[in-house]
């Protein structure tokens, strides 16, 4: 008995990066087809006759369907795990993409725009699961290569834009079906593992029990607040900066998707390299400072174009993103044993927040205009200073053997 014990305790620090760069690929590739809404916006726009406020509509079906349902699936998979859920899922949003490839009916559009949200919101909670356990001891490095093919799937949405949208149309979205279809093979095969990894743990499996519990649900509302506040910047700035762009500036769609795909790229690369950052300087110490260090970039953007905006976004997009995995760690280490229902508060509840702020900005753009929105975005940064009370990496260790 103590020897399976001993055996069951390496297997769970061991880092298995076969796992974790498949289960990367399969959220690259759900990215990928997530990131088709935003891309496609400036062609519906056209197509149908769209205005501000309708284009966040777009935006906030698919973050409500994509994110905000994302901790309940969480909650119910964190008791009862349903591997095999996320490949199904994922042809649910090939089904959307190839509804939205050829409706030219609005509310059929947000119907579409539902079915690749539901789809997403199955998939993160389960992903985020596997990779936790695929991580081992190294959770900051484990989640960043979950969470890197996740942005640089998003990062592809301006290059959409530009490649396949503008050149095929709206139709273009059709294709993105078979990338649902690949990433569904790839999740059968993470299924399998993870259903074993279920099996072999069974008899390990206890309750976790938490103590400091209110100090643990107030740092978790303030982790909320700051990735929420970091996805009204993503938001404005992966939806609204070209359109700013393009009616200021006079950009032609591919020249001012190139600045939001330069942004986002960045944001993978920060992604990538802020989970190691973070196991090493801290994880609070990584959330604050790379959301107010963003901020003197920020505030450059409304006034930037041409050559000096491509570094601009680049630097911002970088600095502000490099906490985006850190930002799930940390949250996982304030409710340890809720992987699923913190992944999906924070990739789902709180990223998706960045919806809500699409469809409020687009309302404000109405009534505003475009430089209205950039100046709104810029200083929202300044928010990220609650990082201040968010309990040091060390205190949570403390509450982590107290409860022990």
Known sequence: ?????????????????????????????????????PAVLPILEKNLVLSYLQLG??????????????P??????????????????????????FTLAFTQNYLLL???????GIGSAVFHPEASRVAHKASGI??????????????????????????????????????????????????VYIAFWSRGQQRQNKAQKREVRLSHMN?????????????????????????FYPLFLIKTYGLQINQAQIFAFLFLLAGAIGTFLGGPIGDRFGK???????????????????????????????????????????????????????????????????FGMGGLGATVLGYLAD????????????ALPLLGALGLFLPKDAALDEWEKAAA
């Open 57 to 70: 509509v777009i935006l906030l079906v698919m973050n409500v369907t994509a994110s905000i349902l994302q």
């Open 72 to 97: 309940v699936i969480g909650y119910i998979s964190d008791r009862f795990p349903l591997p095999f859920a996320m490949p199904i899922a994922m042809l649910v949003s090939g089904l959307g993409m």
């Open 215 to 239: 100090k643990r649900m107030i740092a978790l509302s303030l982790v909320v607040v700051i990735v929420a506040v970091r996805s009204w910047v993503v938001a404005g700035l992966q939806s």
């Open 367 to 378: 009534l505003h205009g475009l430089m209205f929105i950039m100046l709104l975005c810029s």
């Open 138 to 187: 190294q959770r900051g490095l484990g989640q960043s290569i979950f969470q890197v093919g996740g942005n640089v799937g998003q990062s592809l949405a301006p290059l959409m834009t530009a490649l396949v949208f503008v050149p095929l149309g709206q139709g273009g979205a059709a294709w993105f079906t078979a990338l649902a279809t690949i990433a569904a093979g790839v999740l």
């Open 284 to 350: 609070r110490n990584l959330l604050i400072i790379s959301t107010v260090g963003a901020l003197p970039l920020t505030l450059l953007i409304p006034y930037a174009h041409g050559i000096w905006a491509y570094p601009l976004l680049f630097l911002t997009g970088f600095i502000l993103l490099s906490n985006f995995s850190v930002s799930v760690v940390y949250a996982q280490e304030l409710l340890p044993g809720r992987v699923g229902t913190v992944s999906g508060l924070i990739i789902g509840f709180a």
């Open 1 to 37: 008995m103590e020897s399976s014990a001993i055996t069951a305790s390496k297997d769970a620090s061991q880092t298995v990066y076969r796992v974790l760069f498949a289960v990367s690929l399969a959220h690259l590739l759900n990215d990928s087809v997530q990131a088709v809404i």
């Open 110 to 116: 947000l119907v579409a725009v539902g079915m690749v």
